[in-house]
């Protein structure tokens, strides 16, 4: 049976054969398919009101709260795969690492302790920052506090975004991109878009609209029907995405991080 999340009026969980099309009807009111999860012994999916990028702070804390219990490992493998990549990507060079909405298992913890990175993790949610720093991880709520505190550098700049980049489409944070990321480095993120989802691929039709306006390219990786990686990076950093890129396809290969 369909149900809030309780004190959000944006987010509701229903059981897939109660979702019609990619929609849920609550009343008057139609919440969009976002995220597939099992509750107990039912198989359904987070449905949403408005734009993933719309969503309040409350809304992100109570998704990434549920997300973090009950969507098995596709969090986890994307990050695998992510991480292995950048090992191969920078093996022997030291790198700086944003992890963008990283909730409070951030991509850190899944890159091998002899790769050397200066890390930074970055969650609207302060119960997540609280959860980054008693793991010894340096962490902020706040976006140009984060950049701010780490000054400028010609180490290679790399941003993840794993889950969440659906919630960073938007002219504020796609400007901010550009902050995190230098000539050296990129910024490489998912869509999870399940083909019932039409609000998905409005999406990711917007961030595509978006970026033209700026002078950040991109490329798109796809490991299923369900789960698209972009890598978005500076002219100038052209060679350094065209040698991750073989490396992410062949961790998405080995470690399968695909959708239901």
Same mark, same amino acid.
């Given at each position: 049976?369909? @149900?809030? =999340?309780? %004190?959000? /009026?944006?987010?509701?969980?229903?059981?897939? $054969? $109660?979702?019609? !099309? %990619? +929609?849920? $009807?609550? !009343? @008057? #009111?139609?919440? *969009? =398919?976002? /995220?597939?999860? #099992? =509750? !107990?012994?039912? /198989? %359904? +999916?987070?449905?949403?009101?408005?734009?993933?990028?719309?969503? #309040?702070?409350?809304?992100?804390? @109570?998704? *990434? =709260?549920?997300?973090? @219990?009950? $969507?098995?490992?596709? *969090? /986890?493998?994307?990050?695998?795969?992510i991480s292995q990549a950048l090992c191969r990507t920078f093996n022997g060079i030291a790198i700086e690492l944003y992890d963008l909405g990283c909730g409070e298992r951030p991509i850190a913890n899944y890159i091998p302790s002899n790769m050397d990175i200066d890390f930074t993790g970055i969650d609207i949610d302060p119960s997540n920052v609280a959860s980054l720093r008693e793991q010894g991880h340096r962490a902020y709520d706040d976006w140009q506090e984060a950049i701010d505190a780490r000054g400028s550098t010609n180490t290679p700049r790399i941003a993840t975004a794993v889950y969440s980049l659906h919630m960073m489409v938007s002219e504020d944070s796609v400007d901010n991109f550009s902050k995190f990321i230098n000539e050296e480095g990129f910024l490489v993120g998912n869509f999870y878009i399940d083909p019932r989802e039409e609000k998905a691929y409005e999406q990711r039709n917007k961030l595509h609209e978006l970026l033209g306006k700026t002078d950040l390219a991109y490329t798109r990786v796809q490991d299923s029907k369900h789960n698209e990686y972009w890598v978005i990076y500076k002219p100038e950093a052209k060679n350094v995405v065209e040698r991750f890129t073989p490396n992410l396809e062949q961790s998405i290969k080995a470690n399968k991080p695909t959708g239901p």
């Open positions: 049976m369909a @149900k809030m =999340l309780a %004190g959000s /009026r944006n987010v509701a969980w229903a059981p897939f $054969e $109660e979702i019609t !099309g %990619g +929609a849920l $009807e609550v !009343g @008057k #009111t139609t919440y *969009n =398919l976002f /995220r597939a999860l #099992t =509750l !107990g012994d039912k /198989r %359904g +999916a987070l449905c949403l009101r408005v734009p993933a990028s719309d969503l #309040t702070e409350s809304d992100i804390a @109570k998704i *990434n =709260l549920i997300c973090d @219990k009950h $969507e098995g490992m596709k *969090n /986890r493998n994307t990050k695998v795969a």
